[in-house]
């Protein structure tokens, strides 16, 4: 049996979510049901203040995931916001790089799903692109890397995977859905990119030690229908 332990996301109290008065904590049910799936149990660790019991919220498991949601703070790696920023969550942030690195340094697995992708870059001292208008490739078109308001489950894009990569079990071109407007800009130093768009956005990465594991596209909205969506998840819980 292996525990994956899921770290939460929150909903903040704002004018726009005016049903609650205090900040929730929560996971998507769809990252529950696909990690059930493929054998794994699942907890979920709160974002904690108190950096000091990050030790002991990674302890009590075997892998962690981090998944999607606000915009990562510049402040993180080095940049000023752009006006084209979206909302973001500095506590969050600031406790999910915490976990990366206790991670690294209790020697698990972790995989990371779109922002969750990105967060890693930045940990390991890489650089986002704040907004998709800002990344120009000079040889193709940029893809349209967000695809709402077309649904999770439709994939929209390819990307081509490295053959020789944690990700061999996937086709080598690949079919995927897309939905950000943050994307890797400077690769960390410790990362590999193992997966790219035709336009060259950096989809997916691992690290050298092959321990680490993050994908831009979203396995979670399409596990149900698309098997191979579904064996990422098989592979973070019963192999990497």
């Known amino acids: 049996m292996t525990t994956i332990g899921i770290l939460g996301s929150q909903y903040l109290s704002t004018p ?26 699942v907890i979920m660790i709160p974002i904690d203040r108190d950096l000091d019991k990050l030790a002991d919220y990674i302890k009590l498991v075997d892998k962690v995931m981090l998944t999607g949601g606000e915009d990562v703070a510049p402040l993180f790696y080095g940049q ?17 790089i915490a976990a990366i690195h206790e991670v ?22 890489g650089t986002l692109y704040q907004d998709v208008s800002l990344y120009r490739n000079p040889e193709v078109a940029t893809l349209k890397h967000m695809q709402a308001p077309t649904k999770f489950k439709f994939t929209t894009h390819f990307v081509n995977v490295d053959p020789t990569s944690s990700l061999n079990f996937l086709p080598e071109t690949y079919h995927v859905n897309s939905y950000h407007h943050q994307m890797i800009d400077q690769l960390a130093d410790d990362l590999i990119t ?11 990465v691992e690290n050298k030690a092959k321990r680490l594991l993050g994908v831009q596209w979203h396995p979670e909205g399409t596990w149900d229908n698309i098997p191979d969506e579904r ?10």
Do not use: M, W
């Open 16 to 41: 726009e979510l005016p049903f609650h008065q205090f900040p929730v904590t929560y996971t998507r049910t769809a990252f529950i049901n696909a990690l059930q799936s493929v054998g794994g149990t």
């Open 80 to 96: 000023d916001p752009h006006p084209l920023l979206g909302n973001i969550n500095p506590e969050r942030d600031r406790f999910e």
């Open 231 to 240: 064996a990422i998840f098989d592979f973070f819980v019963n192999q990497l």
């Open 104 to 125: 690294i340094k209790q020697e698990k697995a972790l995989l990371g799903v779109c922002r969750g992708h990105q967060l890693l870059n930045v940990a390991l001292g």
């Open 194 to 204: 193992i997966a790219t768009a035709s336009d060259g956005v950096i989809e997916a």
